[in-house]
């Protein structure tokens, strides 16, 4: 474990992200780090790209427990990765992890993990079942 709390055997995943994003100079908050917010916005992205695809239509955010890991600095290449982990009746468990690249190294740090709760819900907002 390194001094940032990141395990130093922790690798991405070797498949594609479900999104790929670079912060910019404009996304910082006070303490010079990218704000929370532009990483939970993205995590929610990715999730939901998995839910929709998955239950095949509308998707709604229930819940959302996230760890944030390491610090995001601007020009930093963000990779989210991510799979569903368990499927209820109406509902989608997700799994996101955000993989933080600097510019200037191969090497990719862990910056957030979540946990995320979908539910398929109809026309009228309504949970609908999802099928097999």
């Not at 992890?97 to 026309?123: Q, S």
């Amino acid at each position: 474990m390194t001094s940032d709390g990141n395990d130093e055997t922790a690798r991405p995943p070797e498949d594609a992200p479900l999104v790929r994003a670079f912060p910019m100079p404009g996304d910082l908050n006070s303490s010079g780090v990218i704000f929370g917010g532009w990483l939970l916005g993205h995590i929610d992205q990715a999730g939901g790209s998995i839910a929709w695809r998955r239950a095949k239509g509308r998707c709604l955010l229930a819940n959302i427990d996230v760890a944030l890991v390491a610090p995001v600095l601007p020009g930093d290449e963000v990779s989210f990765h991510g799979q569903e982990v368990r499927r209820g009746r109406s509902s989608l468990h997700v799994a996101i992890t955000a993989w933080r690249r600097p510019r200037t190294v191969d090497g990719a740090i862990l910056a957030a993990k979540a946990n995320l709760v979908f539910v398929a819900v109809d026309e009228h907002g309504r949970p609908r079942l999802l099928s097999a």
